[in-house]
């Protein structure tokens, strides 16, 4: 019997058929069937969610893993948008092609960005990336005979066959999978435990011959690109460009996220946005003080759940784990 149970341990250790690949593909399923199950109303707000928590991952990259604080995200995120949107507006550009080209425009002014940030270290490459990403949206703001200022510019055109709410959930579904897989096997990877190793002690990690400036600059880049795809898909989802998107409102909600969230989980930022975005709906119906409410919980948040929603569920777990574990060393 001893041996049973020790065989049963060790399969549901490698994965078995509670491990996390078998929780992806429930909620995967979840998400595929959700259409059928809910209005149009709470699928708009899911596909919003979805959006939110691919931005809230893009940035839990450079904040969880390499430990660089940026409030910058919202000047990438908007790069984005508005490098989508533009060229939908004023060229015949197909809508795929100008979907990928917002992303790619994001990851190039990432570049230039990453490069005068990653010179600084702690709280000066968190002021500089605000600096650099108000300085975006001054541009979008003031740059009126391209952008239209503050206006906005309403009415861009998709495919017809994503006016449709559930058809563009998803693909947004589809394009956020596909994101959310690449980053999965970015932050597994030797490069992703590099950052950890930066993360954790940059000094050590630079004396055993690792270039720890090129790391945060390519890791600066890449969450560049993902939140120029977060940007992208905002923009087709309402059709619709503003200033907002890149302003430093945009980079405080994406960072609470990853706060709510739990930095140093890779599902923090998902649950994160879940979270966040069910509060921000639920209170709206009741007060239009939401956001005090709302600024309530967060520190609620980081006084007593400082590892995130996630990190505090996981360390319970862990407890629970243990104390079984200890009970049958005592009963063995």
Known sequence: MKKVKTKRAGFLRRGGMLGPGCAWMLVLAFLLALPSI?????????TEMLILSLAACALNLIMGYAGMVSFGAGGLYGIGAYGTGLLLVYTNTPFGIAVIAGPVMAGLISIIIGWLCVRRTLIYFTLLSFALSQLIWVVVFKWRSLTRGDDGIVGIRIPDFLISIPHYYYFALATVAICLALLWMIVNSPFGKTLEAIRENPR???????????????????????????GSLICGFTQALFPSYASWLESADIFLVCLMGGVYHFTGPIVGSLIYILLSKILSNYTMYWPLFLGVIIVLVALFFRGGAVGFISDKFSDIKRLRKQKIEVTS
């Open 38 to 46: 809910v209005s149009l109303s709470w699928l708009s707000i899911v």
């Open 204 to 230: 050590r990690t630079e004396s055993i011959g690792i270039n720890v400036k090129k790391y945060q600059l390519g890791v600066f880049v890449i969450q560049g690109f993902f939140l120029g795809v977060a």
